[in-house]
């Protein structure tokens, strides 16, 4: 299958790429990795009257330790690059545990960081690992730049609050405090396919080994990623018990997840796989945390 014929920009600046959107609407569509979006024009799922490619944006890839300690990512750091950096497995280990799972090396050599977190997809590992690690985004537009939180940026599947004219350019993971454990699961049908359920999960205890913070987040079990309300209300002040990481599994699977049913999965089994992988990756991130 070929594309419908469209336009194509190859800017060389954030400027000039922004100037390019402004003037597009929603005629235009930013081309990052290209790894979701050319086999959706390919099959004409999707049919953007013009391409603005970032490729040639050398601006737009970089990782950078910021103040606080944490990192700022540019939206065109590939994915392989963020899998292999030293800095991101130092600060966040979560990273590299989850990038081997996303695809195969081809596709994380020209997949982008911000490019799979802008795609949405409710099946997406990166989308939930920048909720799970409280992630804020750089939002451009020509003359003028917001910032959202990642928890506000999902919207459905493939949908996010960016407007035609924007663009996502970074991505800052705050630090993690000390004590702190993450743990990513999840079962696919095979290496490098889109997980049936997945789990990511960020805890922090204090000294005398009570939980201070817990975040978790659930994958491929609604349309957006769904960051569980009951890990922090029941985990926190407590110790983590293995009666109360069951007790949010429980609630997990039964209350705060919307499965469906495909050829992968039925609903029902993606939350029996919810109550086990909740318990695997807190129960990991406690022992990870308390290290
Ligand atoms: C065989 C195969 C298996 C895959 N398996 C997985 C998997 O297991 N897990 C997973 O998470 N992904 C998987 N992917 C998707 C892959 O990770 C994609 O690379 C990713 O989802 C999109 O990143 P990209 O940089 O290629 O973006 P593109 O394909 O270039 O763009 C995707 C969409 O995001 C928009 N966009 C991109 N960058 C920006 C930006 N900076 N600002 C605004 N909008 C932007 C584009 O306009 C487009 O709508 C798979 C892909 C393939 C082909």
New binding site residues.
Partial sequence: MKPIPFEYFAPTTVEEALEHLSNLGYGG???????????AMNFRM?RPGALVD?NGIPELAYIKPTADGGLAIG??TR?SKVEHSPEVAKRFPLLPEVMP????PQ?RN???F???I??A?P????PAISIVLNANLKVLKKGSERWVKAEEFFLGPFMTV?EPE????EVVLPALPPRTGSSYQQVSRQK????MAAVASVVTLDEAGKCTNARMVMISVGDVPILSAAALRILVGQKPTPEAIAEVAEIAASQEIDPGTDIHATAEYRRHLIRVLVRRSLTTAFERAAK
Avoid: F
């Fill in positions: 569509k930013v081309l990052a990795g290209g790894q979701s979006l050319i086999p999707a970032l939206t065109m994915d799972n996303i695809a195969h596709i020209r997949g982008t911000g490019g799979s802008a795609h997809d099946a997406g590992q990166l960016l924007e663009m996502l350019a490098g396919g889109y997980s």
